[in-house]
Antibody, heavy 120, light 107 residues
Framework: EVQLVESGGGLVQPGGSLRLSCAAS????????MHWVRQAPGKGLVWLSR????????KYADSVKGRFTISRDNAKNTLYLQMNSLRAEDTAVYYC?????????????WGQGTLVTVSS | DIQMTQSPSSLSASVGDRVTITCRAS??????LNWYQQKPGKAPQVLIY???SLQSGVPSRFSGSGSGTDFTLTISSLQPEDFATYYC?????????FGQGTKLEIK
């Protein structure tokens, strides 16, 4: 069974940093591109970032470019999101998701999400 | 960036109704269009990918169509468990933008 489990969320002050993790199991993690998506309270889904299977190519939304860094450790089956210079508007539930791959480029499995609150 | 616009933003319907949600891209995205359902407090789940491919396990009352810039999600006969928020997403080019969502409520 495919599972994605996020961790690392919590309360952080504006300007602070946080690293989210996404532990993957039930599939060959190193073969799949992975994404981060967030959702502010009561708002819609916002795509944030994507890394390819060997972490050699990454993409970011403008809203987080230069502040957030996506990475992965295929030996540990884990995806990361390093978040720096956090702002109040970064408060959201953060989801990791797997990209289906060759037969489709949707996000076919999602984690349960981890809440990040940026507040003083 | 490609903008995705869904309509309507909200919709009231009854069990058994046929419902259509539309999604328009600001430029052609071929068939790189996906539909997700999200229920309160839960992660989104994919319903339709590549514009018209039904995700395994999703009931056949859900269908998707379109290509280029205009897409539709149709629910042929609403069931109680279908009341949720629906999002389209383009996977044509980064940033892989979502529509603003359509909240489907019980009439």
């Amino acid at each position: 069974e495919v599972q994605l489990v996020e961790s690392g969320g919590g309360l952080v002050q504006p300007g602070g940093s946080l690293r989210l993790s996404c532990a993957a199991s039930g599939f060959t993690f190193s073969s799949y591109w992975m994404h981060w998506v967030r959702q502010a309270p009561g708002k819609g889904l916002v795509w944030l970032s994507r890394t390819n299977s060997d972490d050699s190519s990454t993409k970011y939304a403008d809203s987080v470019k230069g502040r957030f860094t996506i990475s992965r450790d295929n030996a540990k089956n884990t995806l990361y999101l390093q978040m720096n210079s956090l702002r109040a508007e970064d408060t959201a539930v953060y989801y990791c998701a797997r990209e289906r791959g060759y037969s489709g480029y949707d996000l076919d499995y999602w984690g349960q999400g981890t809440l990040v609150t940026v507040s003083s | 960036d490609i903008q995705m616009t869904q309509s309507p933003s909200s919709l009231s319907a009854s069990v058994g109704d046929r419902v259509t949600i539309t999604c328009r891209a600001s430029q052609s995205i071929s068939s790189y269009l996906n539909w997700y359902q999200q229920k309160p407090g839960k992660a989104p789940q994919v319903l339709i990918y590549a514009a018209s491919s039904l995700q395994s396990g999703v009931p056949s009352r859900f269908s998707g169509s379109g290509s280029g810039t205009d897409f539709t999600l149709t629910i042929s006969s609403l069931q109680p468990e279908d009341f949720a928020t629906y999002y389209c997403q383009q996977s044509y080019s980064s940033p892989y933008t979502f529509g603003q969502g359509t909240k489907l409520e019980i009439k």
